[in-house]
Structures are given as C-alpha cells and as structure tokens.
C-alpha cells in the first residue's frame, strides 16, 4: 500500500512538473516576447498584459467596483482597470502554486491542499495591498484638508476668487496626496470642465466625508451664489475641531491600552524590588 502511495505521488508529480514544462516551452514559442525583457516591472506589466484575457473572465461585478473605486482613491499612477489587478492575482496565484507545489509536495510530501491555500492567498495580496495604500491615502487627505482649507480662505480674503485662489495654495503647498488630486482638478478647470464637473469627480476619485463635505459646501455656493469665503471658515473650523477632538480621544486611549503592559511588566519588577528584601531577610531568620 505504501508503495502504491509513493508510485502515485511520484507520478503526479511527475505529470505535474511535464505540465509545467509544456506550458512555458509553449509560451516560449508562441509569445517569445514573455522572455525578451529584463526590467522586471516591465516584464511585469508584460505577464499581467498576457493574463487580462484570463482576467477578464472572473465575474464579479461588485468586487470589479469595489477595485475600481480603490484604484481611484490610491492615485492609479499606472493607469489600471479591474483586469489589471486581478491578472496580478493571478500571476502571483500561478506563482505561488508552482512554489507550494515544489514546497509542500515534493519536498515536504504534504497534501496538495496546501499548495492550493498557498495560490490562493498570493492571488488576493494585490487587493489587500491596493486596499491598504488607498486607506492610507483617504487619511492623508482627510488629515491635510483642514489646513488647506484655512490657507484657501485666507487667500480668497485677500481678494482672490476661487480659481486663483486655488492655484496659489497649490504653488505653496508641499507634495502631498490632497496636493496632487486637487492640481488634478484645476487641470480640468483649465482645460474647460467647469468648476462644479471638475469638483464632482475629485468626490468621485476621492470618497473622503470631510473632502466630500468641503466639495459639497463649494457646489452649492457655486449654485446659488452665496459667500465661499464665509463657508470655508466654518468648515476650516469645524474639521480643527474634530481633529483635536480625535487627538484628545487618542490620548484618553492610551491611558487604558497602557494599562495591560504595567500590569504584566511593570508591577511585576515594582513588587520584586519592594518585597524582595523582606522575603530574603525572613527566609535567613529561619
């Protein structure tokens, strides 16, 4: 029985690395191209080209959104669709597959499943990275908006209208990610889109609350005329307000997220020093 079982590891591996094998010589002769690169990341962007068919076929309209609105929110420098993300996945997936397989069966001789687990870990890393990279962004932008607010009320007190305005704080301001969203903007602006367009897809790239807020504050007195200047005080004012309220309630919490370490570490070496002399004086008494 036993050497039934290893007859039949050995030939599934066997047939497994044929299978390999086959695949790349065929890729070698069809799409010559794959090889012919030596920057990776263009070698990359290769692969993920020759994948997006694959891609392309992974029905999930939702997820499909949800990547699509991520890619807007992480700045998509590169220019990406769903397809492109979930062709990485796949890459790293095909990736992660072959190294589980040489891993955890051939060398390991352990259950194929795991080798599987491996792919399919790998093939959702690109969206938990994307996921990452656009949560950190909606935070950048969330925590430079108030001052920016304030630098642009300023400059609109001082006689500019919004356009100017807005270019002159983005002359002054240091590169940030809120920076280079709204220079985004004032291109648009620029080149024709009027200003309530130009604004309503930075809310679209950008699903922030505060920056939604700001937008939708900016929209309306656009429509109907009334004072900017004015609303941008009370917004600058309202978002300094929250963000000391949120630094306050972070410093309320560490006061109790410190209290499981004194108890473990602290109290411990504090009653050690203070109880360590008694016990050994009584322990020489005896």
């Known amino acids: ?10 030939l599934s591996n066997f047939l497994f690395l044929y299978l390999i094998m086959k695949l790349f010589v065929y890729t070698y002769r069809e799409h010559t191209y794959l090889y012919q690169v030596q920057d990776r990341e263009t ?9 997006r068919p694959v891609a392309k076929m992974i029905k999930a309209d939702k997820w499909r959104q949800d990547i699509e609105n991520k890619l807007l929110q992480a700045g998509n420098k590169r220019n990406w669709q769903a397809d492109h993300l979930l062709a990485s996945g796949l890459l790293l997936g095909i990736l992660g597959l072959l190294f589980g397989h040489f891993l955890m ?10 080798a599987v687990s491996i792919a399919l870990l790998l093939f959702f890393v690109p969206y938990l990275k994307l996921s990452e990279v656009a949560k950190k962004r909606c935070q950048s932008c969330d925590r430079e908006l108030p001052y920016f607010i304030d630098f642009l009320s300023l400059c609109m007190g001082a006689g500019l209208d919004f356009n100017s305005a807005l270019s002159k704080v983005l002359e ?9 969203e709204l220079r985004i903007t004032i291109k648009n602006i620029k080149l024709g889109m009027g200003r309530k367009d130009a604004l309503m897809d930075l809310q679209k790239r950008m699903d922030v609350p505060s920056l939604r807020l700001f937008i939708q504050t900016l929209v309306q007195g656009i429509e109907t005329g009334t004072d900017i200047m004015t609303s941008l005080e009370t917004l600058s004012s309202l978002f300094l307000g929250r963000k000391f309220q949120k630094a306050e309630e972070g410093a309320g919490r560490i006061s109790v997220q410190m209290m499981i370490p004194m108890m473990l570490f602290v109290m411990p070496a504090v009653m050690i020093i203070l109880m360590g002399p008694m016990v050994m004086q009584y322990a020489l008494s005896l």
């Open 105 to 114: 069966v051939v060398l390991m001789h352990k259950n194929p499943l795991y």
């Open 172 to 180: 002054t301001a240091p590169q940030s990610d809120l920076s280079m």
């Open 43 to 51: 070698l990359f962007d290769i692969w993920i080209g020759f994948l």
């Open 1 to 10: 029985m036993e050497q039934l079982i290893t007859v039949t590891s050995f």
